[in-house]
């Protein structure tokens, strides 16, 4: 009896710590660049010790004007884990429930699938117990108005993936 339930508790473990990659894994390139931009910004803080998964997106759009072009917009949400920062093998990094999820909005232009440098991608997390709907309404506005030089497309128009 105690070997079957020592069992199922390591089959569950390895189910958490695969969910953890998971998510991220099913993400289409394109949108997994601005996580990883994300997650790199976020690691350069010194006050964060933890390491840190994409946990699930909020919503996604993108506006392909052709030439290979695209402008992403992504909200998702980061998950602690129980690994410290900067561990390199994530494989048994289990997720953390007892620290707030970090709220992301991120958007970008990518041309033949690289993020460019200009216009300057716009990165915005905070811990959700802290995001007001003002600041929801600033990272969209900000985006928006990010000056992309193919005339004047509205991210947040556009139906994404």
């Known amino acids: 009896m105690a070997a079957a339930l020592l069992w199922l508790l390591a089959a569950g473990t390895l189910l958490v710590s695969a969910g953890a990659d998971e998510a991220y894994d099913l993400l289409h390139e394109t949108y997994k660049k601005g996580v990883d931009l994300t997650l790199e910004q976020l690691n350069s803080h010194v006050g964060i010790n933890h390491h840190f998964l994409f946990f699930k997106s909020l919503s996604k759009s993108d506006i392909q004007p052709g030439f290979d072009v695209a402008y992403i917009y992504h909200n998702f949400v980061l998950k602690a884990t129980k690994c410290s920062k900067g561990t390199v093998d994530t494989s048994n990094c289990p997720f953390r429930n007892d620290?707030?999820?970090?709220?992301?909005?991120?958007?970008?232009?990518?041309?033949n699938g690289v993020v460019e440098a200009t216009p300057k991608p716009y990165i915005h997390c905070i811990h959700r117990p802290a995001l007001t709907e003002v600041m929801k309404t600033a990272r969209i506005n900000h985006c928006n108005e990010m000056?992309?030089?193919?005339?004047?497309?509205?991210?947040?128009?556009?139906?994404?993936?």
């Open 99 to 111: 620290r707030p999820l970090i709220d992301c909005a991120v958007c970008y232009k990518t041309y």
């Open 147 to 161: 000056g992309y030089s193919s005339g004047a497309p509205t991210l947040l128009a556009s139906i994404g993936a």
